[in-house]
């Protein structure tokens, strides 16, 4: 049995009505909880960025990519470990990201 | 600048442009703009309408499958659009390019429980390709050329267009461009040379290469690269029940059908081989089995044009992401010319024992009860291998795709991955519709024509000559298999009362005959398949009919029944 571990996955995509519900959907199909979400504009103009949070397989998690990456208007989609390192940076970028928005 | 015409029209002239002839469709209260504006469309757009929007969806599959173009269907909201729900599922997992049009309420109506309102674009989203809601006339023209562009792209799919009325009634310039290009979404690249390369050296080291392809061979036109292939390798190759009629049946290296009723020889080679070569196909559990125990010795080269598919159940060692034509065509160039005489000379070994053991009694029983595979056997050489198959699925599906035999590819129309009853008439319909000048010819059990029966009247009205051929055995006959094998005979609710057909086809006014003995097959064969008309051959079955070779669920896929109790031992 492969280890579980917390992954993000970080998501690219044009701005589309029911692309949350279908990405979402990805996860819920193969009893993944998500165990965080967030949407922000990203720092290309058009282009939204999701990151989910979940704890799952590294193999599971690279299917998730291929298949959230399936969806017409994502762009592209990523996946990492959630170790302290990639957790920092994601805090740092979301903290720009809002205070961009914000602005 | 373009016309000014409303969205509706907008719509028509869309689908004109993208050289659509042909839409399956059934009014309603939401999109009945479009089909007022239809009226004036007859000429150039014909209108199929059925009885029931699943009807529809099934029939724009058949046509799709039996052309290679988009099926097109039009449908109201609500009830319209959850009627086709089940079509655009089916769709999806068999790859099949689909453009529904669902109507939908007024912009300010969505989210109110409006009459006939029901979130579209939520249900279809999971189970489609694409979906998109057409809110205002300006969109409809770039959504239709967007819907064509992804529907029969890349891994063809279906796709939900759902037009608001605001939409519809609204004015926009008209002008279509073909969609060519989207930003987010990218079209197969050429294969990658290094994963070829890789490829063609392990198919030079085999010793026992084999190849499996499915439905993919077909939707990207590689018929004619697959034979090149396998006769420069000298690999023998087995097909998925999708793949069926991408190569004749009579081909050297065709070696028959894989999986759960495969042919012996395809599964026993599939778990002897050193290397697998799948092209176009999904190792779906009823290919693989236990996929644990699949292919076991087999260094493994998967080419498929759908990344997700590589290596999602069967470990590869070679994945080549991209289309099979243009992989199968550099793959031929690359590998030696090479013979496996020897094995691929135990395929005949293996037919030899199915022959006697499964096929001929199947097929030429000589006394009893009429068996499904002998009407399917008898309908093959009557037609000479011409005839474009139809099923619905259980035994009719499992004894059609065993002994139809095709001397063309798009030969073989059937709901694989999801298996939904009811998909036989209504297909057959479509496939006629779109290759008027074939033979449809469509094996459905007493099951599954229930669920679509209604179609009969789409059937009366445009006058489509489909022959359906009725494996009428009184069961729900592949659950009743099950129940007999695994299930200690116990036959819960599989039993079914069936209404007179014959009655039922003087309803519609559709020609009727029905076979209840061996002597009255052959003449009833000749005389459905001579008619001009529309046909319903009734044959009355053997009712405890099984279909074998099987291979139990979850199994490995050597573990082969010959019977109820008796396993294929090799060596034999």
């Known amino acids: ?103 | 600048m373009g016309q000014r015409l409303t969205g509706a029209e907008i719509l028509l002239e869309s689908l004109i442009a993208e050289g659509v002839d042909t839409v399956f469709g059934y009014p309603g209260g939401s999109i009945i703009t479009v089909y007022d504006k239809m009226y004036h469309y007859s000429d150039r757009l014909r209108h199929v309408l059925v009885r029931h929007e699943q009807g529809a969806i099934h029939a724009a599959q058949g046509y799709a499958r039996a052309t290679g173009r988009p099926g097109v269907v039009i449908v109201t909201s609500g009830p319209g659009a959850t009627n086709v729900i089940t079509g655009v599922a089916d769709a999806m997992v068999d790859s099949t390019p689909v453009i529904v049009i669902t109507g939908q309420v007024g912009n300010a109506m969505l989210g109110t429980d409006a009459f006939q309102e029901t979130d579209v674009v939520g249900m279809t989203g999971p189970i489609d390709k694409w979906t998109f809601q057409i809110r205002q006339a300006e969109d409809v023209a770039t959504a239709v050329a967007k819907a064509f562009h992804i529907a029969s792209t890349g891994r063809p799919g279906p796709v939900v267009l759902d037009f608001t009325r605001d939409a519809q009634v609204g004015l926009a310039d008209f002008e279509y461009h073909p969609c060519t290009h989207i930003r987010s979404y990218s079209l197969p690249a050429p294969a990658d040379e290094a994963a070829i390369e890789a490829a063609a050296q392990l198919i030079d080291e085999a010793e026992r290469p084999f190849v499996v392809y499915g439905q993919g061979v077909v939707l990207s036109h590689a018929e004619e690269q697959l034979k090149a292939f396998l006769k420069k390798g000298g690999i023998p190759a087995a097909s998925t029940m999708l793949g069926l009629s991408a190569l004749p049946s009579d081909f050297p290296y065709y070696v028959g059908m894989t999986g759960m009723h495969g042919n012996i020889a395809s599964n026993m080679m599939t778990q002897q081989c050193d290397v697998l070569i799948a092209i176009g196909m999904r190792f779906s559990d009823r290919v693989t089995g236990n996929p644990s125990t699949y292919a076991p010795r087999a260094k493994v080269i998967h080419i498929d044009v759908d990344r997700t598919e590589i290596g999602k159940i069967i470990p590869v060692d070679v994945g080549i992401l991209g289309d099979a034509a243009e992989v199968l065509e550099r793959l031929t160039k690359r590998i030696r010319f090479s013979f496996h005489d020897e094995w691929a000379a135990l395929a005949r070994r293996y037919d030899r024992v199915e022959t006697e053991r499964v096929t001929t009694p199947e097929t030429a029983p000589g006394e009893g009860p009429v068996n499904m595979g002998e009407v399917v056997a008898k309908v093959a050489e009557l037609s000479e291998r011409r005839a474009v198959i139809v099923t619905d699925v259980g035994q009719n599906q499992l004894m059609g795709a065993r002994y139809s035999r095709f001397c063309q590819s798009r030969s073989f129309i059937s709901s694989g991955g999801l298996g939904t009853m009811g998909f036989g008439l209504p297909a057959a319909i479509g496939a006629k519709i779109g290759v008027p000048e074939r033979e449809v010819c469509a094996f459905v059990g007493d099951g599954g024509i229930q669920m679509t029966l209604q179609e009969f009247g789409t059937i009366m009205q445009e006058g489509t000559p489909v022959k359906v051929v009725l494996l009428n055995n009184n069961w729900l006959g592949n659950v009743r298999q099950w129940q007999e094998l695994f299930y200690g005979k116990r036959y819960s609710q599989t039993k079914m009362l069936n209404p007179d057909y014959s009655l039922i086809a003087q309803a519609y006014g559709i020609r009727y005959r029905c076979v209840e003995s061996r002597a009255d097959l052959e003449p009833a064969l000749r005389e459905m398949l001579a008619a001009k008309e529309p046909f319903l051959l009734d044959v009355h079955v053997r009712e405890e009919g099984m279909v074998y070779p099987m291979v139990p669920g979850g199994r490995r896929m050597d573990e082969i029944l010959l019977n109820k109790d008796e396993w294929y031992r090799d060596g034999e």
Do not use: W
């Open chain 1, 1 to 103: 049995m492969e280890n579980s571990n917390m992954y993000i996955i970080s998501v690219y995509s044009e701005n589309q009505v029911g692309l949350l519900s279908s990405i979402s959907n990805i996860f819920t199909r193969r009893g993944i909880n998500i165990e965080s979400l967030t949407v922000f504009p990203s720092e290309f103009p058009g282009i939204h960025h999701f990151t989910f949070r979940a704890i799952t397989t590294e193999k599971v998690a690279n299917q998730l990519v291929g298949f959230i990456e399936k969806e017409v208007e994502v762009v592209r989609a990523f996946c990492f470990l959630d170790n302290a390192t990639s957790s920092a940076e994601h805090a740092v970028l979301e903290e720009m990201l809002m205070r961009n928005k914000n602005q």
